[in-house]
Structure formats: C-alpha cells, structure tokens
C-alpha cells in the first residue's frame, strides 16, 4: 500500500468532531434570550393593551354635573322663581303636571328674537322642555323583580334580562317615554297602565363595562338604567322603591353567584346639547352585583400558574455535570407559560391596566427568569466554582421565585 493511499485510509477513518457540550448548551441559551425578547415583547403589548382605549368616558360638562343623587339638592321647581316680564301677547295657561291635555312644553316656549325659545315665565329653568306653572312635581316610586340574566358575556359586558317593573304615585302620573341608556327593550308587555299605577314586564339586551383588576376574583355590577326623556324632574322624580327591589326565586346567574341588589334614583343632566339645557331628568338605577366562584377562579388561573413554577424549579436540582439537561429544561416551560397566557387574554377585552392575572404570569416570567440566570451563570465562572454557584442558585432561586409569586398574588 503507498503512502498516499495509507494517509487517505486514516482520513477516513479519523471520527468527524462534535461540538462540545458546552457549545450545545451555548446554543441552548441563545435560545432561550430569544424567548425572553418574545417574552417581553408579549409583556410590552399586554401594558400597552387598549391603552386609551374603552375605559375612556366623557368628561362632565365643566358648569355642573351630569348626574345628581337623589339626596342633592337639584333645582325646585316648587321653589319662587325670580320674577320673569312675562310678554304681553302671549296668554300662557296654568297647567298642572297630570293635564296630559295641555300640549307638550316646547310647543308653549317662545323664540321673540329667534334662537332657542324658552318658557316666558312660570318656571325656573330656561330649557323649552319645562313646564310653565308645573306645581308640585309627581314622586313615582319605582320597583323591579328582575326574573333572570342570561347571556352574561364578560368579554364585551352585555347581557339579557328578563323584569317586571312597575311604578306607583299617589297622584295621577303624566305620560311618560322610559328610555334605557345603556340598551335596548327586546320586548315590552303591559300589564296595567292607571293614572296612579303602571306595570309592565320587559325582556331587553343591556350593557355593564366589566371591572378586571381582580381577575380571576373579579366581581362585577349589572347595570339597569331607566330614564324618562320627556319629562323633566319639574315634573315627575323618581323614588326607588327599595322593599320591593328584588330577586325572583331561584335567581341565578350561570357560572357567578349573586353579591347584591341595589337600587337609586339620580336627577341626570345631560351636557349642554343647546343653550340653555338647563332641565334635569329622572333617572332610576337597577344594580346586580355578582362574583365569581373562588374555588374556580383558583383552579382555571392560580393553580396552572403555580405549576409551571414548580416544574421550572425542579431543574435547579440537575447537577452542573448535566448543565445541557439543565439548559434544555427552562424553554419548554417558558413556551408553556406563554401559550397560557395568551389563552387567557383571549377570555377578557382590552384593558388599560393589569389584571391580577396578569400580575401572577409576570411572577411566573420572573420566576422562569432567575432559573434561565442561575444557569447563564455557569459559563461565567472559573470551572472551579461552579459547583459553588451552583449551590447558591438552589437555594436562592427557589425562594425568591415563592416570594416573587406571592407578591404577585397579592399585590
């Protein structure tokens, strides 16, 4: 055999280099830092999630108020009014709230130098909705039996209801217009309708913003909102009828359980829609409070959240001598993490803030981090104090992750 064909035999033969283990678990921590970018990326989107976004209401109008509880004193028009030159071509007749047949108040306002016209005496408000000569205003007190909530969607805070609703005064009550500001009547069946009594039974859709800061323990109110748009509170005020505020038996709400039922009634201004809108509105306020099921609550967020933790720390038992095992134990458990997390996003609507959630998955993300670090750490020390370093990680690292989840939890 010639010298060539022996050094090509021991070519060959020679075995093909394998990257050392160090350069695999190199390899594995880049990985890694690259999960941790995506990571922070999903962090900046959730803070910056509906920034701006549907917590955002409509300032007040900056002369008064838009809504006035029941106890504040709005303006009477029981009250002397400042005397008002009344014009003297115009007869204005004296009217009282129950004469349904005296005409609507805008038909008797004036306009003598164009504009927006207005009553020419008799009142205290200079809204063309107000009733000249009005009297006493009619107090109604309002009652609702509310039979059932169906179709409670957290996500987008709407929700179905089926009541009764009914009003009664001592004196006749005017016509009235009943007006849900935050929904819509899918039906309206009258069960009595007398000058002093009217009951009706209602189904409608309606609409409550959520509340999400203590999610998964979060506890949200069902709002019913009733207003009467035609007449002001010169005419008619309404009185919750709190004794008669109630439940139908076996109320429940699917998947909640109920907290409270409340009931009030507010004197509601609008922001000046023209000059002069000065007329304040009647406006009764039906409230169903209800929360979750803790234990549910604990099991479906809390009790994941922990295990991923848990899982994540056994690695920090794995021997320095098995640093790639190590190195490759963290990335399944941040994939993991993440993917829940985004399946919980998915349940809520868009939110300015953090919900408690979402403060216990950045416990989790912390808590992966300093096992992810405790690791890095190897392969900047000397060969000799790994084993040093690795003792201090498994008996940091444990303890700062339970304190990082417990800050989480509760904070």
């Known amino acids: 055999m010639s010298i060539e064909q022996v050094s090509r035999v021991s070519c060959l033969a020679r075995p093909i280099a394998m990257p050392s283990k160090k350069k695999r678990a190199l390899r594995v921590i880049a990985i890694q830092l690259l999960s941790v970018v995506v990571v922070a990326f999903v962090a900046f989107g959730m803070l910056h999630r509906g920034a701006g976004g549907g917590d955002a209401v409509a300032a ?96 987008s805070g709407t929700f179905t209801a089926d009541f009764f609703l009914s009003l009664t005064s001592a004196q006749p009550m005017p016509p009235m217009n009943l007006q849900f500001p935050n929904g819509k009547l899918d039906n309206k069946e009258i069960l009595a309708d007398k000058p002093t009594f009217r009951l009706y039974r209602m189904t409608g859709s309606f609409k409550s913003p959520p509340n999400l800061r203590n999610y998964p323990f979060d506890a949200q109110e069902l709002r019913i909102v009733i207003e009467d748009d035609l007449r002001g509170i010169d005419q008619i005020r309404f009185t919750a009828d709190k004794e008669r505020t109630q439940l139908a ?16 009634s507010l004197s509601q201004a609008y922001p000046d829609r023209f000059e002069g809108d000065d007329l304040y509105y009647g406006r009764y306020i039906f409230t169903l409070g209800i929360e979750r099921f803790a234990t549910s609550a604990a099991f479906k967020v809390f009790v994941p959240a922990f295990v991923i933790v848990i899982i994540s720390l056994l690695g920090m038992w794995v021997g320095h001598e098995h640093m790639e095992v190590r190195s490759n134990s963290g990335a399944p458990m941040l994939a993991g ?25 950045l416990g989790v993300y912390f808590s992966l981090l300093l096992g992810m670090i405790s690791t890095w750490w190897m392969f900047l020390v000397k060969e000799e104090n790994i084993p040093i370093v690795f003792r201090v990680g498994r008996a940091v690292v444990p303890i700062i992750s339970l304190a990082a989840m417990v800050i989480a939890c509760f904070v």
């Open 60 to 155: 007040p109008h900056s002369a008064r108020t838009s809504a006035v509880a029941t106890d504040t004193q709005a303006p009477s028009p029981a009250s002397d009014p400042p005397p008002i030159a009344p014009a003297a071509s115009v007869s204005v007749p004296n009217t009282t709230a129950g004469d349904a047949g005296s005409g609507d108040p805008i038909d008797l306002a004036v306009a003598p130098d164009g504009g927006v016209p207005s009553q020419p005496s008799g009142t205290v408000y200079r809204s063309p909705f107000a009733k000249p000569n009005p009297g006493a205003p009619v107090r109604a007190k309002v009652a609702m039996l509310l039979n059932s909530i169906d179709d409670y969607d957290v996500k």
């Open 249 to 264: 038996r076996g109320f429940r709400v699917l998947g909640w359980q109920v907290d409270y039922v409340e009931a009030r």
């Open 337 to 361: 993490a993440v993917l829940f997390h985004f399946a919980l996003m998915q349940e809520l609507p868009p939110t300015s803030y953090f919900t408690r959630a979402d403060k216990v998955m």
